[in-house]
Every structure is written in C-alpha cells, then in structure tokens.
C-alpha cells in the first residue's frame, strides 16, 4: 500500500527545534522527488521546502531559509525537515509530498505534488 506518514510534530516555544520525518511505505522513495508544505488555518497550503532524488537539488520557502534543513535517507526511506528558531508563524500543518511523476522537478509548489501523507501538527508558542 502507498503510504506516507509524517511525524515529529508538536508543540514547542518560539526558538526551539522540531525534526519531522517522513516515512513511506509500499513503494521506494529513492526515485521522487519529495517535499514538505504547510498549511494554516485560513491559509492556503505552501511549499516549505524540496528535495531532488539525488539531493544535488533543495528549494526552500524564504521565510524558512537559514532556519529549516530538508535531507532525505533513502536507505531508510525517510525524508526529514529539521527545523530551527521556530516563530510563532510558522504554526500549521505540515505535509510531505512526492513529485507528480510526470513532472520534472522545477520548483515546490503543491500542485506539482501528487501523494500526500496525512499530515502533522506544529504549534509554536509560548
């Protein structure tokens, strides 16, 4: 079964850290490009940050650039978004994704995504 499942979500005070992980299952992850996004309440979904199969490609969001760091293990097929001086506004929903296969990877935009996990929740407050 395809499946992706996010997790590493939580709640944690502005300037502290969360490590998401994504995990898929039922198919091998080496050949997708993969992403994660957010969402939140009120907001349409965005690309955080991306990354190519063979990791010589990331795009980032500027409001996470310096402070968020995707890296992927194929090995065990699992990709992560570390997150650092967390702020208030970065409280949302986060998704992985991987790259619609007809597409080429060109940019993080959600519509360019096809399989979406379930999704966890990062609170960042005080």
């Not at 790259?99 to 999704?119: E, I, M, T, V």
């Amino acid at each position: 079964q395809w499946q992706l499942v996010e997790s590493g979500g939580g709640l944690v005070q502005p300037g502290g850290s969360l490590r998401l992980s994504c995990v898929a299952s039922g198919f091998t992850l080496d050949f997708y490009a993969i992403g994660w996004f957010r969402q939140a309440p009120g907001k349409e979904r965005e690309g955080v940050s991306c990354i190519s199969t063979s990791d010589s490609k990331t795009y980032s969001a500027d409001s996470v650039k310096g402070r968020f760091t995707i890296s992927r293990d194929n090995a065990k097929n699992t990709v992560y978004l570390q997150m650092n001086s967390l702020k208030p506004e970065d409280t949302a929903v986060y998704y992985c994704a991987t790259l619609n296969p007809l597409l080429l990877f060109r940019r993080c935009q959600p519509g360019d995504f096809s399989s979406w996990g379930q999704g966890t929740q990062v609170t960042v407050s005080s």
